[in-house]
């Protein structure tokens, strides 16, 4: 049972007042938001004071955690948009309980991330980590590699990432099915998608499990010693979505014992990945600076959605990603899905 | 001006001679050629003998260039098979102008190779060297990566790898165009396709550049100062096809002055790579075993071809990848290039 969406063309005041959490760089492009706004730019300590009287929040610096300690100043908010695909960092109760309407990011990120999933992918069937090392030591390490053409990605998480890394991964061969919330049979992208209550039997199947759902009450810890253990020996796990989608220390065990192959990680419980984790030095396991989605040109990408979604808010357009609150995303029905 | 292509039918005897050059290991899958033939296991030094009185030779230990020393005791050969798909290591004077009917291994390595060109330009455009480096010192190094989605690959060589290359990446969004012996404008897998004169004029455009060509009089050194200096310095040179396609001493010059951004090389001059070669430790070289196109299951797929053209060789049938011995390789009309 999910609750209503909330209304997406929240009344603009006259002159609005727009806050902008950032760090250390604000977005590019604002002239057009600076001229008909009064625009607040404001970091994670000052948040409070601006948020008062504010109508809308821009959450730049969408690795902030700072907004749900402010949320009791933020009288006048309506709308806040967040920069990021992702929002579980913003959906704090008090925020998802509120009439705020928020947006997301979405449309920037999903052809970048199925690149990077792809990419590893490859890596992998490849061994690239392994003929790099051979190269240090100046040694010529014949061996065969895999292909990726007829082998199986199980994706779970059938939102537009998970979407399209399905797209991506069957453009070169590979047989692709997705697990998700929705579970609905046939679809054009993923050929089949299974509901989440079948994660643990559909893992079974795959070379590679791809993990790229959003974080919600249902999704954390999804992959789990029980899920993991499903995976073949040979599977690779790709997490690409957020850490805590993933058990980290059941992934450790899991790696350690051999239950599976390995695992390629963009996301983790803590960001950065803190300078002791058993992660960093594994040898099946490749640690990246969650970069999948962030490709050069993506930060003026992201500051021009949010200047199109304020043209929408300020002419009392319906906005773009409007976020279920209660789902934790933007549902996207089936027909839509290719925009 | 070529020469015509010789008899593809070469009149088998009741009983044939069969050699087959292998160092530690035999041909899997050989029972059916071992009913009807006498065949002859041999290695490079006994190759002379062997060779005495065979009719057929499969070279399948394609790395021995142990045939042109005990190609006079040829006495009796009508076909040789190679196990690879250059064949520049067996096409040395005597057997091109003999009427030895050659044939190569085209069919096994095109999917292979294309799925490993497309890993390395991945693995460029998303800085898995980087990323590694940086995780063995467990650092959190964020940076945004490029995307490969409307790049530009410039294909030199199309024949069925460049082909093959070019249809995958073309399938991840990358704009392609070929370089080849046949320039010939359009084409449905290259977009367009340029003679190799106008090679220098078309790197020009390249974000990668992918060599795949045949080594042939024509194609050596093909990749020299000058045209890696008609490269952008942003770009990077992936060879797949012969080492000897590529100047080394001009590439090293060039990747030095940052003249190009880097390369992924996995054929060299000389195999395995002498340990004394700069190209080991320069940051931005990526070496490779001579490995992009064998995958688990290669071996008993090459024996498998070269065991059905020994059937059809048997039966009078013609035989499949006749190679053209003065182009260098088998040709292609452009209409059977999807077979």
């Not at 065969?144 to 199986?152: I, K, L, M, S």
């Not at 050929?191 to 993990?211: E, F, I, N, P, S």
């Not at 396991?285 to 993506?298: K, N, R, T, W």
Request: contains cysteine; aromatic residues 6%; neutral net charge.
């Amino acid at each position: 049972m999910t609750a209503p969406v909330p209304p997406a063309r929240p009344d603009p005041p006259a002159r609005p007042i727009v806050a902008v959490l950032c760090a250390d760089r604000r977005p590019p492009g604002m002239r057009e938001v600076e001229r008909g706004a009064d625009v607040r730019y404001t970091t994670a300590d000052r948040l409070a004071g601006d948020l008062r009287g504010a109508d809308a929040l821009l959450v730049w610096d969408f690795r902030s955690s700072a907004l749900e300690a402010a949320w009791p100043a933020a009288d006048a908010l309506r709308w806040t948009h967040v920069a990021s695909a992702g929002v579980d960092a913003v959906l704090f109760p008090a925020l998802r309980d509120s009439d705020v309407v928020l947006t997301n990011s979405r449309g920037v990120f999903e052809g970048p991330v199925a690149e990077y999933v792809l990419g590893l992918v490859l890596a992998f069937a490849k061994d690239l980590a392994g003929t790099m090392a051979a190269q240090r030591e100046r040694r010529w390490w014949y061996r065969e590699a895999e292909r990726v053409d007829g082998a199986t990605a199980v994706i779970v998480g059938t939102g537009p990432i998970g979407r399209a890394v399905a797209r991506t991964l069957r453009a070169v061969g590979m047989r692709v099915e997705g697990v998700g919330r929705g579970g609905r049979g046939h679809d054009p992208d993923f050929g089949v998608v299974h509901g989440l209550d079948a994660l643990t039997r559909r893992l079974g199947h795959a070379d590679y499990v791809v993990v790229a759902a959003p974080l919600t009450a249902r999704t954390t810890g999804l992959v789990d010693a029980a899920a993991l253990a499903a995976m073949k020996p040979s599977a690779r796990l790709i997490n690409v979505g957020r850490g805590a989608l993933v058990v980290t220390a059941d992934l450790v065990a899991a790696l350690r014992a051999g239950i599976i192959a390995g695992a390629a990680l963009d996301v983790f419980d803590t960001e950065p990945l803190p300078a002791g984790s058993p992660l960093w030095s594994m040898p099946n396991v490749l640690v990246s600076p969650h970069m999948a989605g962030d490709v050069v040109g993506h930060l003026p990408m992201l500051a021009a959605l949010f200047v199109d979604n304020y043209g929408r808010w300020r002419r009392g357009l319906p906005l773009r990603n409007v976020v279920d609150k209660y789902l934790g995303y933007v549902p996207v029905p089936a027909a839509a899905t290719r925009d």
